[in-house]
């Protein structure tokens, strides 16, 4: 079924705007700048509070409950959130585009999940102006178009991306609960110990043979123009491949073999641990045991070890101890300011573990790391399915028919898409149960 597609502007309400400064000089407010929205978890984390006097000059539109944020700043990075009522009356920067939806038109839960399709975010994308800040007007967002089936439907499709986004929501929490287990478990584990260790330095631990403590090559040593897309070349190491404090291959950029001859002393090896110096500072990962051969760029700190440390102590040490984490510069809220470089990682003081006691550890760690890659992969998986389901829903590929759909008949769907049955069939069983019961 394809259903007609009218812009965003036709059918949101326009909303007020003041100035603190000069309407509340004395009063505080809430403030939801750029950086208060999780692009990950598309909700709204916190509001910064401010005196009126003191406003930033975006601090302008006035939120209600049920408002869509669109960050019209960077659109790919989708920085979207739906507005829930306990910031009802909080301040939103001109950074955003707000839509406030007639409810007479619109469900205000569909056209959120609107604007987290693929579909809206790579139109958004292709329309942003500014190379080196991209952007979009809030002109632009509202002649986006959205497909518009009736109200029914639309709150149908609504209830079953709620359902699949909630189960999201429940894996990253038990992945959240992993990570605080991976912590608890060191901290447990270094008190236990404690009697036994030794004070160090992270370059008592450092083996110079092959080339110890290095970060990547600087300035004209390599140039962007000189990475090329050949899977066959030499992978270079960047920071993506390392902020989610563990490994990953992500953003793969490769060099030339004749080029790596240039810059062999860069070479990474399986157990280095890297460490991020520029950008998000202070994220650990071990480089694993299947990696090809590597250099690493100078955003990242290398380190080959010698045996007196394991990679998985340190990359923990370097992870969870507090007070390395303050010596590193952490914030109150965990966060490793600007500023880390070698020099301060290479003179990181704290307690050395007998190599039995961390090769116990990392057995744990292990045994954690193991429901974390399975909770992973399913995450992964479902975060597929809900794309899948978001495109199908709007292109009106669904059968949801003419009978309402519940909370359980969501449900119903949700579970079908996990094991994975056809989610019109599981529709069509919604559709049975809606039908008996209306006799």
């Given at each position: 079924m394809t259903w007609e597609r009218v812009p965003i502007g036709l059918v949101v309400l326009p909303i007020k705007r003041w100035n603190p400064a000069k309407a509340a000089p004395d009063d505080e407010f809430?403030?939801?700048?750029?950086?208060?929205?999780?692009?990950?978890?598309?909700?709204?984390?916190?509001?910064?509070?401010y005196i009126g006097s003191e406003a930033p000059n975006r601090a302008q539109q006035l939120v209600k409950g049920n408002d869509i944020l669109v960050a019209t700043v960077r659109p790919n990075l989708n920085g979207v959130a739906?507005?829930?009522?306990?910031?009802?009356g909080a301040t939103a920067s001109t950074g955003y585009c707000v839509s406030r939806p007639d409810i007479s038109k619109i469900d205000s839960r569909y056209l959120f999940h609107w604007v987290k399709t693929k579909e809206f975010i790579e139109d958004m994308t292709k329309k942003a102006t500014g190379a080196n800040y991209p952007a979009v007007s809030d002109s632009v967002v509202k002649a986006s178009e959205i497909p518009l089936p009736p109200l029914p439907i639309q709150r149908r499709i609504a209830a079953v991306l709620d359902e699949v986004d909630a189960l999201r929501q429940k894996r990253e929490r038990s992945i959240e609960r992993l990570c605080?287990?991976?912590?608890?478990?060191?901290?447990n584990h270094l008190q236990q110990h404690q009697g036994s260790s030794q004070q160090?330095?992270?370059?008592?631990?450092?083996?110079p043979s092959k080339g110890g403590m290095r970060t990547g090559p600087f300035g004209s040593q390599l140039l962007h123009s000189e990475f090329v897309d050949d899977p066959d070349g030499i992978m270079v190491l960047g920071i993506d491949n390392a902020v989610k404090n563990r490994f990953q291959y992500a953003g793969e950029r490769y060099i030339t073999a004749e080029k790596y001859t240039k810059l062999k002393r860069y070479t990474v090896y399986p157990g280095d641990v890297l460490v991020t110096i520029m950008g998000t500072c202070g994220r650990v990962a071990i480089v694993p045991d299947d990696i090809?051969?590597?250099i690493n760029t100078k955003h990242l700190c290398a380190m080959t070890l010698n045996e007196r440390c394991l990679p998985e102590f340190l990359h923990?040490?370097?992870?969870?101890n507090p007070d390395v984490l303050r010596q590193m510069g952490a914030s109150a809220r965990g966060a490793i300011m600007d500023g880390l470089n070698m020099g301060i990682i290479s003179n990181l003081e704290?307690?050395?573990?007998?190599?039995?006691?961390?090769?116990?550890?990392?057995?744990?760690f292990d045994e954690i790391d193991t429901l974390t890659e399975i909770t992973n992969a399913t995450q992964e998986h479902e975060a597929q399915l809900l794309a899948s389901l978001q495109a199908r829903a709007f292109a009106g590929e669904l059968e949801f028919g003419a009978w309402e759909l519940t909370a359980q008949d969501a449900q119903t769907f949700t579970e079908a898409l996990i094991n994975p049955a056809s989610p019109n069939d599981a529709l069509r069983e919604a559709a049975g149960r809606s039908k008996e019961s209306l006799g």
């Open positions: 809430d403030y939801i700048d750029l950086s208060s929205v999780d692009k990950e978890t598309k909700k709204i984390t916190e509001a910064a509070k739906f507005v829930e009522d306990e910031f009802n605080q287990l991976r912590e608890a478990t060191y901290i160090v330095k992270v370059s008592d631990l450092i083996n090809p051969t590597a923990a040490t370097l992870t969870y704290f307690p050395l573990l007998s190599i039995a006691a961390q090769q116990e550890l990392k057995n744990h």
